[in-house]
């Protein structure tokens, strides 16, 4: 049984659905400020970058 689950949450994360849908409203910006600091989405990025996106 092959695992479908996103390696990297903030693929499908419900913050991110937010910004991209509404960037000024308080929870898009929120998510904005929290991709500075948020170690998984610096992972995220990287891996992006290695798979050439």
């Given at each position: ?18 910004y ?34």
């Amino acid at each position: 049984m092959a695992d479908t689950t996103p390696k990297h949450r903030c693929e499908s994360c419900p913050w991110r659905q937010k910004y991209i849908d509404n960037p000024k409203s308080f929870s898009g910006r929120l998510w904005k400020w929290h991709t500075y600091i948020c170690p998984g989405w610096k992972a995220y990025q990287r891996s992006l970058a290695k798979q050439g996106k």
